[in-house]
């Protein structure tokens, strides 16, 4: 069974800092990984899809990076601001049927201005 | 133009009752979801439907019962709630083809409050 854990649970860092979220999983098996940001109260929003075959993705001041054999993947936030406080989800989509996502328990973010 | 909409927003109501939940999208997406998100926030998959069709259901009570009438419309229909069922519901959609799950665009949430 596919656990997906993100270390630390929150983080709370001055403006501008540059930073780390860690997620690991349990099961390399997997089709793909999904970084998400959760603003209070609502819903999710698609931040990067990094496929299995692939070592990085990139948008903007965000580098998500993956490592299959490992199972981890880091999401590399530089130059934080206060707008990017959020909770930070990432999900493994199975290589199983069709590829349901298996959440991690998330990282509440909180830049400080 | 909002791309994924639930309704509604909240709902609060009494054990026992039988209660409606309804997404659309409109991305032309051919997969959708409902997901839960308990009181400590972890978020877990419940149903999928592909084309109308259900492809996961993840033990779920039978009283949750989903539907979908087209592919751009996935509801959820809750019989005589419990407690329990207090939670944040989640409809997401995305493209599901050749064998290639695309990315996952989530509704705002149904927040469930049962007294």
């Known amino acids: 069974k596919q656990e997906v854990t993100q270390i630390p649970a929150a983080l709370s860092v001055p403006e501008g800092e540059n930073l780390v979220l860690n997620c690991s999983f349990t099961d390399s098996a997997i089709y793909n990984l999904q970084w998400f940001r959760q603003d209070p109260g609502k819903g999710l929003t698609s931040l990067l899809l990094?496929?299995?075959?692939?070592r990085e993705q990139t948008s903007g001041r965000l580098n998500a990076s993956l490592d299959k054999s490992s199972g981890r993947s880091t999401l590399y936030i530089a130059a934080s601001q206060p707008g990017d406080s959020a909770t930070y989800l990432c999900?493994?989509?199975?290589?199983?049927?069709?590829?349901?996502?298996?959440f991690g328990t998330g990282t509440r973010l909180l830049v400080s201005p | 133009d909002t791309a994924v909409s639930q309704t509604p927003k909240y709902l609060v109501t009494q054990m026992g009752n039988d209660k409606s939940i309804k997404c659309e999208q409109n991305l032309g997406h051919d997969t959708m979801y409902w997901y839960k998100q308990d009181s400590k926030k972890f978020l877990k998959i419940m149903f999928s439907y592909n084309n109308k069709e259900l492809i996961i259901n993840e033990t779920v009570p039978n009283r949750f019962s989903p539907k979908s009438p087209d592919k751009a419309h996935l509801n959820l229909h809750i019989n005589s709630l419990e407690l329990g069922d207090s939670a944040v519901y989640f409809c997401a959609s995305s493209q599901y083809s050749s064998g290639r799950l695309y990315e996952q665009y989530f509704g705002p949430g149904t927040r469930l409050t049962v007294t």
């Open positions: 999900a493994v989509a199975m290589n199983t049927g069709f590829q349901k996502l298996v």
């Open positions: 990094i496929q299995s075959s692939q």
